[in-house]
Nanobody
Framework: QVQLVESGGGLVQTGGSLRLSCAAS??????????MGWYRQAPGNQRELVATITRGGSTNYADSVKGRFTISRDVAKNTVFLQMNSLKPEDTAVYYC?????????WGQGTQVTVSS
């Protein structure tokens, strides 16, 4: 069973930055990890994709965060990051780390990001 632990959320003003981290309990360079990513869910909304990174390093972003957010990873530390810049109130949500392991999704517990106007 893979465990994903997020950290780095908090309260920030509009225009500020935060860096989220997701530490996996197993090697993310393993062939069993096909991709990792970040999703978010605001109150009353469905969970939506923010950014993903494949085992090969290809990245994908939601249009709403392109140019502001960057997903990256440290394979040696089994950790994926989400650098969030120029934050907006509409970025307020619970952010979840996701990993596709053996073809199945695994989720972290989520970390709250609140952007004040």
């Amino acid at each position: 069973q893979v465990q994903l632990v997020e950290s780095g959320g908090g309260l920030v003003q509009t225009g500020g930055s935060l860096r989220l981290s997701c530490a996996a309990s197993r090697s993310i360079s393993s062939i069993n990890f096909s991709a990792m990513g970040w999703y978010r869910q605001a109150p009353g909304n469905q969970r939506e994709l923010v950014a993903t990174i494949t085992r090969g390093g290809s990245t994908n972003y939601a249009d709403s965060v392109k140019g502001r957010f960057t997903i990256s990873r440290d394979v040696a530390k089994n950790t994926v990051f989400l650098q969030m810049n120029s934050l907006k109130p509409e970025d307020t949500a619970v952010y979840y780390c996701n990993a596709i392991v053996f073809g199945l999704p695994r989720w972290g517990q989520g970390t709250q990001v609140t952007v004040s106007s």
